[in-house]
């Protein structure tokens, strides 16, 4: 049903195909278990991100056709420019989708590459097919219910989409675009653009209706964070104490976590300037699992040096607990 992916995929498979042919003749074992290993994943990625899009645009129509269109709910974004536009003028919502979003595909192009702005073309378009033949059910004319779950699934699709490298609302490109020419970040251009729409929704259709789109527009914000950067929240903990050994085995043997060990060069503290090497120890551990490092960290060294910054995703490495060292 879904086309995206598809051609990138085929790419890169014959891509890998015509190398393993040219040098086939005088290819080691090695060589050859090593192309076979990075075609299987690059077959393997495709498919992952084609199937993440794929449930991205379903859940991103359910959200639209079952809830948000049915109640004239408007969502921000290009999107919700779509949305407007359909509510004012009764222009085909599928094709709005479409030709509002045309413009950011080039953007795309030239901010992020090729293989991206092809993939997001290609899931906008399956978008707005679906939203014109999938038959979507009408699910609830509760404004309050369709403001948080129509948010809540336009919001999931959102996401899924930006997990399988693609996006299917062109506002993040051109926000990325904009803070990188002006200096502003992602988040305060995007913030910029729906108070923007917002008002012209206040303006042309009600306040109200406004105030609702805002609430639909918070559910698909948290649920797009919720998406992307997953239920754990990761957090990096950097931590300098002379007692560095003592909390090494401390975050790998009671909570299980792996630790990085830096060198660093010591230089001025609550003693004064200090000379000589010493120990930077640093680690990644959930949200949830904060007050207990802080709390093992006061036993040993109360006097620790700890800096905690948000981690937007991890993988490799030991970012898993290790269950088996894990004290309950």
């Known amino acids: 049903m879904n086309p995206f992916g598809i051609s990138a995929v085929v790419a890169e498979v014959v891509k890998h195909r015509k190398k393993k042919d040219v040098s086939a003749p005088g290819m080691s074992p090695y060589r050859k278990k090593k192309n076979q290993l990075q075609l299987k994943a690059a077959i393997r990625r495709f498919t992952v991100n084609l199937f993440l899009i794929g449930m991205g645009v379903i859940a991103a129509g359910f959200g639209l056709r079952s809830f948000l269109v049915p109640n004239q709910f408007i969502d921000g974004g290009a999107t919700g420019v779509a949305l407007l536009i359909n509510e004012l003028t009764s222009a085909s919502l599928p094709l709005l989708l479409m030709l509002i979003n045309i413009p950011f595909f080039a953007l795309a192009y030239k901010v992020i590459g090729k293989q991206f702005a092809l993939k997001t073309a290609l899931a906008i378009a399956a978008l707005a097919l679906c939203v014109a033949f999938f038959p979507y059910p009408d699910i ?9 779950f129509g ?19 062109g506002t993040e490109v051109l926000a ?18 729906n108070i923007i729409i917002f008002s012209f929704v206040a303006w042309l259709l009600s306040l109200e209706t406004a105030l609702y789109s805002v609430l639909t527009y918070m559910a698909a914000s948290r649920t797009v964070d919720f998406i992307i950067e997953g239920i754990e929240e990761y957090t990096g903990v950097m931590i300098v104490s002379i007692k560095h050994e003592e909390i090494r085995k401390m975050i790998t043997d009671k909570m299980g976590r792996g630790v990085t060990v830096y060198t660093g060069e010591r230089g001025f503290g609550k003693s004064g300037e200090r000379h000589g090497e010493t120990k930077i120890l640093y680690s990644i551990i959930t949200r949830l699992e904060i007050n207990r490092l802080n709390s093992e960290i006061e036993k040993i060294d109360p006097n620790a040096f700890v800096v905690m910054n948000s981690v937007k995703d991890a993988k490799g490495g030991m970012v898993k607990k290790r269950a088996h060292k894990t004290i309950k």
């Not at 609830?140 to 948080?148: E, F, Q, R």
């Not at 948010?151 to 609302?169: K, M, P, S, T, Y």
């Not at 675009?177 to 653009?193: A, H, N």
């Open 176 to 193: 990325l675009y904009v803070s990188r020419k002006l200096g502003f970040t992602v988040g305060d251009v995007i913030l910029i653009i």
């Open 140 to 148: 609830t004319k509760d404004k309050i219910l369709v403001a948080i």
């Open 151 to 169: 948010g809540f699934f336009l919001g999931a699709g959102i996401g899924l989409a930006v997990r399988g490298g693609a996006v299917i609302d």
